[in-house]
């Protein structure tokens, strides 16, 4: 769930990010400037992130900021899961990452299946919309809105991809230590909850 210093930090990212984006004066590009710099300051001392790291990270924005969009796909097969072990962290995850500009919602979670999973899939419909505010996720520099969409497997052609090192399909009651950045535990019994009642309506929020 959300926590009062990462909402401080964030919002004061945002604020920065928008005067970079819109001021004129010199000297208000300066006062932006340090009001990053303390947004990441304040993100490296609570979280497990360095301050170069967040900052550099804060320097590379451009324009006005907004949620960032993280696109997971889920696909079921004899009631199990598909996950991929990243290979950042070692632990599991839905295949998925941010959504590409030019693409869908949809083409982009059947081309992170593939490149990461090696299955080719068709989107069936979406699941849920989450804030990750709103979820027990750990804190990270980014507000996200994490987009899960349910995927048939079309052709079976299992492989690794870059960023994982893995590829197995999981029992609810079997899971794998999961990579929580991406995914937490809640959310994935919440898709095997949608899973038992497919008349369900998606979950916003």
Wanted: charged share 30%.
């Amino acid at each position: 769930m959300s926590l009062q210093w990462l909402d401080w930090a964030r919002r004061i990212q945002a604020l920065s990010q928008a005067g970079l984006t819109f001021s004129k004066d010199e000297f208000d590009l300066e006062r932006y400037t340090e009001l990053q710099q303390i947004s990441a300051e304040i993100l490296a001392t609570y979280s497990e992130h360095s301050f170069e790291k967040i900052n550099q990270l804060f320097a590379n924005e451009e324009g006005y900021q907004t949620p960032k969009v993280d696109v997971r796909g889920v696909v079921f097969e004899q009631g199990k899961i598909l996950m991929v072990q990243e290979k950042a962290d070692g632990k599991w995850s839905l295949p998925g990452g941010f959504c590409e500009v030019g693409l869908s919602p949809t083409e982009n979670v059947v081309k992170e299946i593939e490149e990461e999973a090696g299955y080719r899939t068709k989107a069936k419909k979406l699941l849920a919309l989450l804030d990750m505010n709103k979820h027990f996720h750990p804190p990270q520099p980014y507000h996200y809105y994490k987009v899960f969409i349910e995927c048939e497997v079309d052709k079976a052609v299992a492989m690794e991809g870059l960023e994982t090192s893995q590829v197995k399909f999981f029992r609810e009651d079997g899971l794998p230590p999961l990579s929580e950045n991406r995914n937490t535990k809640e959310q994935i019994e919440m898709l095997f909850e949608l899973r038992r009642n497919e008349g369900e309506h998606a979950i916003v929020d």
